[in-house]
C-alpha cells in the first residue's frame, strides 16, 4: 500500500490487513505525483515482495495507456 499518511500509521493499517487476511502487506509513503516517490515505491516493494504483480491506479488521472508507455509527466 501507499498514500500520504504517516509511515507509522500506514504501516499499522498494512499490519492490520495481514493480520486479518493472511497476507504479506507493506506501506510506503509516496506521493504518486512526485516520479522519484513513485521509482522508489516500486523499487521497495521488488526489494520487500521480490516482484510488482498487480497495481491498481486509484488517483484519478485521465491519462490512458499501457503502463510501460505511461509517460511520468501525467
Avoid: W, Y
Avoid at 506521493?31 to 515482495?49: G, L
Amino acid at each position: 500500500m501507499h498514500g500520504l499518511l504517516p509511515p507509522a500509521t500506514g504501516q499499522a493499517a498494512a499490519a492490520a490487513l495481514a493480520s486479518e487476511f493472511g497476507v504479506r502487506a507493506g506501506f510506503v509513503a509516496a506521493d504518486v505525483v512526485k516520479p522519484a516517490d513513485v521509482r522508489s515505491m516500486i523499487a521497495r516493494v521488488q526489494s520487500d515482495f521480490g516482484a510488482l504483480d498487480i497495481l491498481c491506479n486509484n488517483v484519478g488521472i485521465q491519462h490512458v495507456a499501457p503502463v510501460a508507455d505511461f509517460p511520468e509527466d501525467k
